[in-house]
């Protein structure tokens, strides 16, 4: 019984950043910029989490200085860099294709344990990454795709896997000192004073974005952040990193099902695959990791 709930909880996480990737793409639609809408997803989700601390659990605030270096390269080379090329990826091009090839970020930190960590290139390493880069090929449209394609969407959406590789490589030092939710709200906050810093208060205030454009951030930031972290970290309580990792490779299905439904996006039998394969990688990639972690 434990186990279902921790793959419901994870699972209502993954469909939650699937969905909200339609929704970005929608604002983006409408003509809100990027920028506004990553700096505020940041922001309001780190306020409300330190509001949230400071009430419940003063304790998860409390850091070193020495790690604040760490907490700055994480938040802004791993948040705040996946984040902003993320979504500018969507806008420049759109959801299937962004997701998709951000979803190679996990090859990338294999490819990067075995260059730099001395780990084996085992036939099932080797066979993921075969897989990943030939589903990124094809979710690009093949080489037809590429001659034609958005070739700006497509360079965004690769530097934010780099982006969300360093983020999980990085960030996995942290969670070693601190817990989750502190790790979290500190990559955070890191992450929303380098935004404050690219675009000032008063540069937000001078668009004069009114009580219900502030509505939509919020949402964005709710249904992006807020929710889905929580739901993910209780799932992680009932299922291993493994089978939680596995699990949220439902977001990118439900991305580019809600675009479908929603925004009218099409993918040709070509993309499906590719995506198809982008998935297999990982699940192929984290399965036999969590069996070599067991033995």
């Not at 009430?55 to 760490?70: I, Y």
């Amino acid at each position: 019984m434990k186990q279902v709930k921790g793959y419901l909880f994870i699972a209502i996480a993954a469909t939650l950043w699937g969905a909200s990737a339609t929704i970005v793409k929608h604002l983006f639609n409408i003509q809100y910029p990027p920028l506004i809408i990553v700096q505020t997803r940041v922001s309001i989700a780190f306020v409300v989490l330190v509001v949230s601390f400071l009430v419940t659990n003063p304790r998860l605030l409390v850091f070193r200085l020495r790690d604040v270096p760490l907490f700055f390269f994480v938040g802004v080379c791993g948040i705040a860099g996946s984040n902003y090329f993320y979504y500018f990826a969507i806008k420049e091009s759109n959801v299937s294709t962004a997701i998709v090839v951000q979803y190679s970020a996990p090859i990338m930190v294999a490819l990067y344990a075995i260059a730099m960590q001395h780990e084996k290139m085992t036939r099932f390493k080797l066979l993921a990454l075969v897989f990943s880069t030939a589903g990124i090929f094809l979710a690009v449209g093949g080489l037809n795709g590429l001659l034609v394609a958005n070739h700006k969407g497509i360079l965004f959406a690769l530097m934010a896997a780099v982006s969300y590789a360093i983020f999980n490589l990085a960030g996995k030092p942290l969670t070693k000192k601190y817990s989750v939710w502190s790790s979290l709200v500190f990559t955070l906050g890191a992450a929303t004073l380098f935004w404050l810093v690219v675009q000032p208060p008063r540069t937000i205030l001078a668009a004069g974005y009114t009580f219900a454009d502030w509505k939509i951030f919020a949402l964005v930031s709710t249904t992006s952040i807020l929710v889905p972290y929580s739901f993910y970290f209780f799932g992680l309580q009932y299922l291993s990193p493994t089978r939680a990792i596995i699990t949220s490779t439902l977001e990118p299905v439900v991305a580019i099902a809600t675009e479908f439904i929603f925004l009218g996006g099409t993918m040709g039998p070509l993309q499906i695959v590719g995506a198809f394969f982008v998935i297999g990688s990982i699940i192929l990639l984290e399965t036999t990791s969590g069996m070599h972690r067991e033995s």
